[in-house]
């Protein structure tokens, strides 16, 4: 995973970023007030399901952003506090 996240990958993402940002700002401005988390979160899952997963169309990203959210929300928050779930990866 290493490659995904470094200089010239990042700057690709950039334009993804900004029109996920953007769509998902239009979304709820209508709305009046807005809970930050949840955009935050539909922002952060939308770039990573687009440019990491690989999910294009508005109805498959959707779909997608559903599911990673479900993942995150049925596991146990102590797994990730569990020194048995630490583990090196590439020397760090």
Do not use: W
């Not at 809970?35 to 935050?40: E, G, K, T, V």
């Not at 294009?56 to 102590?78: F, H, R």
């Amino acid at each position: 995973l290493m490659p995904m996240f470094h200089g010239d990958r990042m700057r690709a993402y950039a334009s993804s970023m900004q029109s996920l940002c953007v769509a998902e700002i239009e979304r709820v401005l209508p709305h009046g007030r807005v809970q930050i988390l949840p955009l935050m979160t539909d922002i952060s899952f939308g770039v990573i399901v687009q440019n990491i997963i690989g999910g294009t169309s508005g109805s498959e990203l959707d779909e997608l952003v559903v599911a990673c959210k479900q993942m995150i929300a049925s596991m146990n928050p102590m797994l990730f506090f569990s020194v048995r779930s630490h583990f090196k990866l590439c020397g760090f």
